[in-house]
């Protein structure tokens, strides 16, 4: 079993559970908190008005990484007035691992550590172990999740198309 599966079945056990629980969507979003290494605390509600992607990683996970390249072409490509992102880090050791996956990933937007990431606990429940990462949510501007992506669904093989035309989409809604 490699790190990330371990990592990710832990996870999944700690949030209550190994089978994916059909989440309707949408529906509210948790008001997610990380901890940025400065120790300033970054909240899901104070992106409200925008549409806020929200990465849930492993600070040792290439995917992550990618996701969060992704992210940050996003909010150049859709502007910062009216896209937000955030990641929230969950592994052991990821306060020490934030700075090299910023710099990794390029990303300007806040990612941190997420002490309270099991506020979403029944939305990363995998039908069956492993729990794969990222875990991605799309939050429209009246904070409720739109989408929720697992790190192995088929929308990761063309991640930015996709995001593009969810991106599109949402913000074509009123605020």
């Known amino acids: 079993m490699t790190r990330r599966t371990a990592l990710a079945l832990a996870a999944a056990g700690a949030a ?16 997610l908190i990380v901890t940025l290494n400065s120790g300033s605390l970054v909240k899901l509600s104070g992106f409200r008005g925008k549409v806020v992607l929200v990465e849930l990683l492993l600070t040792t996970c290439p995917h992550c990484v990618r996701c969060a390249q992704v992210m940050q072409m996003m909010v150049d490509e859709f502007g910062a007035a009216r896209v937000a ?14 700075t090299r ?3 990794n ?8 550590v997420s002490d309270r990431v099991f506020a979403y606990d029944e939305m990363i429940k995998a039908e069956k172990p492993p729990v794969y990462f990222p875990q991605l949510f799309v939050v429209d501007r009246k904070g409720m999740i739109r989408h929720h992506l697992h790190g192995d669904d088929d929308f990761f093989l063309d991640e930015e198309k996709n995001l593009r035309a969810i991106l599109g989409r949402l913000l074509k809604e009123p605020a």
């Open 85 to 98: 992102a955030m990641g929230g880090a969950i592994n052991d050791g990821a306060r020490n691992d934030l």
């Open 16 to 31: 209550g559970g190994l089978g994916r629980a059909a989440t309707k969507l949408p529906r509210p979003a948790p008001d």
């Open 101 to 103: 996956f910023q710099i």
């Open 105 to 112: 990933s390029g990303a300007k937007f806040p990612i941190g």
